[in-house]
Structure formats: structure tokens, C-alpha cells
């Protein structure tokens, strides 16, 4: 898997860490909704920016800091929860959240168990709007992991850096 | 077959019932957090056969709950069902009292492998 090379690679970004959210999606989404990722080139995000309907944020502190965002159109975030929970559901229930919560934790969680670092991730949050985009901090470069399956396509953004122990 | 559910997602709690569906009747209790786990076990005198325990929830993460759960009992099987994968943090489980662990993502067969273990291993008799 290639990751075209940021033009200006501030310190401590580090594109391994990257490559650990496609071995973590394909796990996941295998595991828990018996359906392959096919995982494109991922690429720096930049404008225009994607937009999204459903989107789960996942923090990271410790020695990687960041975020995960796992974001998706409604209909394949639709898809995708009918299958995680075996039924379909309404995207206003709060147990739609959940799910999308949910499955973003189990994400960032896979992915941070092959870190080989010591990492912390937060409880996710939950974005759920037509046409929103997530912002984050300038210095992390944020890059986009385009990802297709059986139940449609979505992308993860990972905007994350290792930082030096503290003393 | 009595079961306490705890994790702050009731779609892996929905999941893990209906894991334990397969496996025959069971009653199941559900918590939200380590302090409304620690509710239902106080309202449950009569115990349960079995708990399942994430470890990140707010207000009282899953670690902390099995600490003040074997403070009072040391026999009740529990289960970590978590993210939480570093070998570290999997000492630190074993060491505060959890009997078995289980990584997300799982597959059902994998959690029904688990808990068969688990309570297998509950109900041998005590070498003398």
C-alpha cells in the first residue's frame, strides 16, 4: 500500500501508523459484519474536502495524539448498522449512534494494539448531519483512507503523530 | 444461566445477548457503566453466574469495576470483552481479578468459546 508522501511532512507524522487503520477496518469488518474492505490509495486530504453524513471520531493521547474519524454516506452507514445489529434502523435513534459509535471504537482500537506505543483512545462521538466535513488541528496531517465494500464505500480519516514520552 | 452485561454500547451489549442466545436460556442484567453495574449487583443479592465487562465506559471504567467487584467476591466469573489488546493492560486485567478476556472484534463463536471456557474452568473442583 502506497501513501503519497505529504508535501511537507511535519515532525513525527508517521505513515506506519497509518497502515495499521487498513489492517484494523479489514479485521473489524470482517469479524463483526463478514463483509472485505477493499482499501484504495490513501491520500492527504485537502480542498475540497469530502463530505459526510455519519461520522465517529475517536481520539488518541499518550504517545500517538490525533483522531480517527470513520465517516460515511447515509445510506452505506445505513447498510452497514443493519448488519452490525441484524436489524434495520432509524438514522435519528440514539441506537443508531451507538452502533456507528460502536464500530468506530473497535476501529481505533485494532489499529492502536499494533501502535507497539503507549496509547490511550476516547469514548467516540458521534457526528450525524447531511454534508458535514471534520476539522482538525493544522500541524497533524490528516490522511484519507478510501475504502469500498458490499455495503458501500466510505473513508477514514486518520490525523495522527507520535510524541516523546514524557519525562 | 444469570449474566451482567456492562458496556456503555447497547449494540455490543445486544450482541453479546445474542451470543448467549445460542447457548440456551439465560437472564440477563445490563449496565452502562461500572457504577450501574455496581447498582444492579446490589440489587441482585441472589449474584449472577456470570459478568462481562468492557473496560472504557464513563464514569467507572471496567478495570476499576472489577477491583470493587472482588473486594467483596472473589468467585463470580468475569469476562473483559474490550479493545484493549496491549499486553499490558491484559496483566493489569488478570491481576485485578478477571478470569478470562476476549479482544474486539470477535466473532459469536469465539465469545461462546470463552465463556464455555470460563465457566468450565469455574465449576472444577478445587485441587486439595
Known amino acids: 500500500?502506497?501513501?503519497?508522501?505529504?508535501q511537507a511532512s511535519p515532525a513525527n507524522?508517521?505513515?506506519?501508523?497509518?497502515?495499521?487503520?487498513?489492517?484494523?477496518?479489514?479485521?473489524?469488518?470482517?469479524?463483526?459484519?463478514?463483509?472485505t474492505v477493499n482499501?484504495?490509495?490513501?491520500?492527504?486530504?485537502?480542498?475540497?474536502?469530502?463530505?459526510?453524513d455519519v461520522s465517529a471520531v475517536i481520539g488518541f493521547s499518550g504517545n500517538v495524539v490525533g483522531s480517527m474519524v470513520l465517516a460515511f454516506a447515509k445510506p452505506t452507514a445505513l447498510q452497514i448498522v443493519q448488519t452490525l445489529t441484524g436489524a434495520p434502523m432509524d438514522i435519528s435513534s440514539p441506537d443508531f449512534a451507538d452502533a456507528?459509535?460502536?464500530?468506530?471504537?473497535?476501529?481505533?482500537?485494532?489499529?492502536?494494539?499494533?501502535?507497539?506505543?503507549?496509547?490511550?483512545?476516547?469514548l467516540p462521538s458521534v457526528i450525524i448531519g447531511a454534508g458535514h466535513s471534520v476539522a482538525r488541528q493544522h500541524e497533524i496531517p490528516t490522511i484519507i483512507?478510501?475504502?469500498?465494500?458490499?455495503?458501500?464505500s466510505f473513508g477514514i480519516e486518520v490525523s495522527i503523530k507520535t510524541v516523546a514520552p514524557s519525562v | 444461566m444469570k449474566v451482567l452485561l456492562v458496556d456503555?454500547?447497547?449494540?455490543?451489549?445486544?450482541?453479546?445477548?445474542?451470543?448467549?442466545?445460542?447457548?440456551?436460556?439465560?437472564?440477563?442484567?445490563?449496565?452502562?457503566d461500572g457504577l450501574e453495574a455496581l447498582?444492579?449487583?446490589?440489587?441482585?443479592?441472589?449474584?449472577?453466574?456470570?459478568?462481562?465487562?468492557?473496560?472504557?465506559m464513563p464514569n467507572m471504567d471496567g478495570l476499576t469495576l472489577v477491583k470493587k467487584v472482588r473486594e467483596k467476591d472473589k468467585t463470580t466469573p468475569i469476562i473483559m470483552v474490550t479493545t484493549e489488546a496491549e499486553k499490558v493492560r491484559i496483566i493489569d486485567a488478570?491481576?485485578?481479578?478477571?478470569?478470562?478476556?476476549?479482544?474486539?472484534?470477535?466473532?459469536?463463536?469465539?465469545?461462546?468459546?470463552?465463556?464455555?471456557?470460563t465457566l468450565d474452568k469455574a465449576k472444577a473442583p478445587v485441587a486439595v
Open chain 1, 1 to 6: 500500500m502506497a501513501v503519497q508522501s505529504p
Open chain 1, 13 to 35: 507524522f508517521t505513515a506506519g501508523l497509518v497502515a495499521h487503520f487498513v489492517t484494523s477496518v479489514q479485521e473489524v469488518f470482517s469479524t463483526m459484519l463478514g463483509t
Open chain 1, 39 to 52: 482499501v484504495g490509495s490513501p491520500f492527504r486530504k485537502k480542498d475540497p474536502v469530502p463530505q459526510y
Open chain 1, 100 to 122: 456507528i459509535g460502536e464500530l468506530g471504537n473497535m476501529v481505533a482500537g485494532a489499529a492502536k494494539k499494533h501502535f507497539g506505543l503507549v496509547a490511550s483512545i476516547s
Open chain 1, 145 to 152: 483512507i478510501p475504502c469500498t465494500t458490499s455495503l458501500g
Open chain 2, 8 to 32: 456503555d454500547s447497547r449494540t455490543m451489549r445486544n450482541i453479546q445477548k445474542n451470543v448467549l442466545k445460542t447457548m440456551g436460556d439465560f437472564e440477563a442484567a445490563e449496565a452502562g
Open chain 2, 39 to 56: 447498582t444492579a449487583i446490589a440489587m441482585n443479592p441472589a449474584g449472577f453466574d456470570l459478568m462481562l465487562f468492557d473496560w472504557n
Open chain 2, 94 to 117: 488478570i491481576k485485578a481479578g478477571v478470569n478470562n478476556y476476549v479482544i474486539k472484534p470477535f466473532t459469536p463463536d469465539a465469545l461462546v468459546e470463552r465463556i464455555k471456557q
